[in-house]
């Protein structure tokens, strides 16, 4: 079984400032990593996503995440937020194999509150 | 279409009453995903749904809940005698891919409120 942690409810930062929203793992075998925004009142759209090679990720609107096996650890970062980025973000993991254990499992969300 | 389709966006219902959620997946897309989003509980998988194999219904919370995919494609959910508790934004994703490596296109989801 696999399941997926994010500590932080809710971040609140102020425009400009860099933000981290933290995701831990855990799974006994190789992993997938994904990141999802949520802005209000619309589905899921991928950020970014780990599936092997580079550890650094980069993804859309500036965001990167840093996957570190040791840590399990999965950490979403941005250097200067804007106040655009405020929205839920989901961190989820999958296995890199077929059928059911393709479902992704996510954790619980942080909320990114952004202010001037 | 380009993109998951899902119908209705919103959904008003008595308690007790039966309602059916609709999910249009990406066109070729062989895989298709339903989840809940309560309040503060994150994604909560539900079923699975891969070309025409057996769905995985283990994420199915009660037998009041079913799903269907006719033709490897559109996806209904169904909820019968629904509660309060089922009150939850249903989201449905699809896949291109069988393998895990590949994105999940979401839907914008059907917000559900029992009343």
């Known amino acids: 079984a696999q399941s997926v942690t994010q500590l932080d409810s809710q971040v609140p930062v102020f425009e400009e400032a860099p933000v981290e929203l933290r995701c831990n793992y855990s799974?006994?075998?190789?992993?997938?990593l994904f990141w999802y925004v949520q802005y209000p009142n619309q589905g899921l759209q991928l950020l970014l996503k780990?599936?092997?090679?580079?550890?650094l990720v980069k993804g859309i609107n500036g965001f990167e995440a840093e996957f570190n096996k040791s840590q399990t650890s999965f950490h979403l970062r941005k250097p200067s937020v804007h106040i655009s980025d405020t929205a839920e973000y989901f961190c989820?993991?999958?296995?890199?194999?077929?059928?059911?254990?393709?479902?992704?499992?996510f954790g619980t969300g942080t909320r990114l509150q952004v202010t001037l | 279409g380009a993109g998951v389709s899902q119908s209705p966006s919103n959904k008003v219902t008595e308690k007790g009453k039966d309602v059916e959620l609709r999910c249009d997946p990406i066109?070729?897309?062989?895989?298709l995903y339903w989840y809940r989003q309560s309040l503060g509980q994150g994604l909560e998988f539900l079923i699975y749904?891969?070309?025409?194999?057996?769905?995985?219904k283990s994420g199915l919370p009660s037998d009041r809940f079913s799903a269907e995919r006719t033709g490897g494609s559109v996806s209904t959910l169904t909820i019968q005698r629904t509660q309060q508790e089922d009150s939850a934004v249903y989201l449905c994703?699809?896949?291109?891919?069988?393998?895990?490596?590949?994105?999940?296109?979401f839907g914008s989801g059907t917000r559900l409120t029992v009343v």
């Open positions: 994703a699809s896949r291109r891919s069988p393998s895990g490596g590949y994105g999940y296109t």
């Open positions: 799974s006994s075998v190789s992993v997938y």
């Open positions: 780990y599936l092997s090679g580079s550890t």
């Open positions: 989820a993991v999958t296995n890199p194999t077929t059928g059911t254990a393709s479902k992704l499992t």
């Open positions: 066109s070729g897309h062989t895989a």
């Open positions: 749904f891969q070309g025409n194999s057996a769905p995985d």
